[in-house]
């Protein structure tokens, strides 16, 4: 099993900045990716940012030049800088492991404001 410890987010005006934090606890030696989801009302979960062990990182394109994912495959950091209004979203970390295993943490509020 892995636990998942999510910190960060809140409140911001456009253009502004966050940093979100994930820690992995328990087996986190058979942790294959880690990364951030973020899903916003009406719409469905999709990916931010990820990270495999070994260290390539994969971006989706709308936050790709804006957002930072950094740390180790076991902390993560998602560092948000440029905020736009439709980055309001729960975001959630994520980890893959043990080849079929998946876990998410409880979910982080962050709202941009106009």
């Known amino acids: 099993q892995v636990q998942l410890v999510e910190s960060g987010g809140g409140l911001v005006q456009a253009g502004g900045s966050l940093r979100l934090s994930c820690a992995a606890s328990?087996?986190?030696?058979?942790?294959?990716?880690m990364g951030w989801f973020r899903q916003a009302p009406g719409e469905q979960r999709e990916l931010v940012a990820r990270?495999?062990?070994?260290?390539s990182i994969t971006y989706a394109d709308s936050v790709k030049g804006r957002f930072t994912l950094s740390g180790t495959i076991d902390h993560i950091y998602l560092q948000m800088n440029s905020l736009k209004p439709e980055d309001t979203a729960v975001y959630y970390c994520?980890?893959?492991?043990?080849?079929?295993?998946?876990?998410w943490g409880q979910g982080t509020q962050v709202t941009v404001s106009s």
């Open positions: 994520n980890v893959f492991a043990n080849g079929r295993e998946e876990y």
């Open positions: 328990g087996r986190t030696f058979s942790i294959y990716t």
């Open positions: 990270m495999r062990r070994g260290g």
